[in-house]
């Protein structure tokens, strides 16, 4: 037999090494059962979790809602409570996974001092959302300007505003340059004055322009008769005078007005031969 030629000790050594291989195998064997598990168990959470953040989303919903909260502090409170629930829902998971919730804590405060060093700004996005959420400079639908940008209070969230313009694109502000900034809110007030100014050149008949204009605001049913409309001339200029309108309408009319009485004031002033200061060189030059 081969057994009994090999010595001894080195047969002790062979049985040595297969049952350290054994228990090796033993080992990893357990550990990945032990992880496999683990791993099935937080994702179950993780499923399981996101259908209760729904849940609770809405259901913080529909307690504001009852409490008549503004749709702007809502909006708001969402974005918080998703955050909260969602870093809730991370730590659940990592502790399942049997990470060492102290050098975790000791990995993820290195983390949050360098990430807070370098998001420092969020910080102020942050404070800016609460800012504005205390000072109610608009609510959500209201239209805006501010930063530069023009659109409709679509979001309020930690960080960001969200803006819907005419032609139909997403802005986001960040929160912090908004709640320091200039805002123009266009949707507080329930009434807008139109102003507009026709130049025309020396020797226009004043009072028959002023006639026209009278007439174009008159037959526009959505102009306000209280604030009586102005037509005046406000400025003599070098060869020209400028004759302003100032009409009172509905904020929401305002685009409407503002176009139909350019349009009508033009179509009027073409019909009496009532021109501008460079349509008056032109008719000279050819002249």
Not at 174 to 183: F, K, R, V
Not at 257 to 282: H, Q
Request: charged share 20%; aromatic share 8%.
């Amino acid at each position: 037999m081969l057994l009994d030629i090999i010595p001894g000790d080195t047969l002790q050594k062979t049985e040595l090494s297969v049952s350290a291989i054994d228990n090796f195998l033993d080992k990893i064997f357990d550990h990945a059962v032990t992880l496999g598990l683990k791993l099935i168990a937080a994702a179950i959470v993780f499923i399981i979790g996101r259908w209760v953040i729904k849940w609770l989303r809405k259901f913080i919903d529909r307690f504001l809602e009852r409490r008549q909260i503004e749709a702007t502090v809502k909006s708001f409170l969402d974005s918080l409570a998703n955050i909260t629930l969602q870093l809730i829902l991370f730590l659940l998971i990592v502790n399942i996974l049997g990470l060492s919730m102290t050098s975790f804590a000791a990995i993820l405060a290195a983390v949050g001092l360098a990430v807070g060093m370098a998001m420092k700004d969020n910080l102020s996005n942050f404070a800016g959302g609460v800012m504005l959420l205390i000072n109610k400079p608009f609510k959500l639908g209201d239209r805006i300007v501010a930063q530069g940008m023009d659109g409709a209070v679509q979001a309020i969230g930690i960080l960001y505003t969200i803006l819907l313009t005419g032609d139909n694109r997403t802005i986001y502000i960040p929160n912090g340059p908004l709640s320091t900034g200039t805002i123009t809110n266009y949707s507080t007030q329930k009434e807008r004055r139109i102003d507009i100014t026709f130049t025309l050149g020396y020797g226009a008949d004043v009072d028959e322009v002023k006639s026209i204009l009278q007439s174009v605001i008159k037959n526009n049913p959505l102009v306000k008769n209280t604030p009586a409309p102005f037509i005046g001339v406000t400025m003599l200029n070098n060869g020209t005078i400028d004759v302003t309108i100032r009409v009172w309408v509905d904020s929401r009319d305002y685009a409407s007005v503002n176009v139909d009485l350019n349009e009508k004031v033009y179509a009027a002033f073409r019909e009496n031969s009532i021109y501008g200061p460079a349509v008056t060189s032109i008719k000279m030059i050819k002249d």
